[in-house]
T-cell receptor, first 114, second 109 residues
């Protein structure tokens, strides 16, 4: 079974630039999550999709972050404009159903904002 | 505000011993709790889930307890091995998951 795919694996940008991350969940998984993990911290949920609808985006900084999951399959997360404090690993995860079920994480995208 | 606390210091133990990791929480009433393992440069990997009405769960060398009165979960690895060295994250759930900072476990031969 293929795992959760993410790209790119690494990205370095200047502050105020924009960046986009892509995630392809495990086939058949209805729920997709984007997390932000700052060094030394646990993952923090940014947004949760159920199929192509948003379940929770309460911690998404909507003035600069946006995410979409067209057709209920893969997803993109965008930051525009980036700030220094956005430097982190962005993890995508998926689960078959609700968040009570085990989540399968991708390898993450390490973002460095200079 | 909601708070999840895991052992802030790394836990160093010798091979063969039992490792016990703690997850305490306040201002939260989770319906379930999950434990994940995270290796450097990788995403977390699911280990165990325990629901609020369950006291204990086991899987091979792993055991997790959940005490909703004490607001605490304990995660045990018996007969620990150097390959168990990693960061272990607890995550509390209701409709979404909230993760703790994790505890780094180092198992020396």
């Amino acid at each position: 079974e293929a795992g959760v795919a993410q790209s790119p694996r690494y990205k370095i940008i200047e502050k105020r630039q924009s960046v986009a991350f892509w995630c392809n969940p495990i086939s058949g998984h209805a729920t997709l999550y984007w997390y932000q993990q700052i060094l030394g911290q646990g993952p923090k949920l940014l947004i949760q999709f159920q199929n192509n609808g948003v379940v929770d985006d309460s911690q998404l900084p909507k003035d600069r972050f946006s995410a979409e999951r067209l057709k209920g399959v893969d997803s993109t997360l965008k930051i525009q404009p980036a700030k220094l404090e956005d430097s982190a690993v962005y993890l995508c995860a998926s689960s078959f159903g609700t968040s009570e079920e085990r989540q399968f994480f991708g390898p993450g995208t390490r973002l460095t904002v200079l | 505000s909601q708070k999840i606390e895991q052992n802030s210091e790394a836990l160093n133990i010798q091979e063969g011993k039992t490792a016990t990791l703690t997850c305490n929480y306040t201002n939260y009433s989770p319906a379930y709790l999950q434990w994940y393992r995270q290796d450097p440069g990788r995403g977390p990997v699911f280990l165990l889930l325990i629901r609020e009405n369950e006291k204990e769960k086991r899987k091979e060398r792993l055991k997790v307890t959940f005490d909703t009165t004490l607001k605490q979960s304990l995660f045990h690895i018996t007969a620990s091995q150097p390959a168990d060295s990693a960061t272990y994250l607890c995550a509390l759930g209701y409709s979404t998951l909230t993760f703790g900072k994790g505890t780094m476990l180092l198992v020396s031969p």
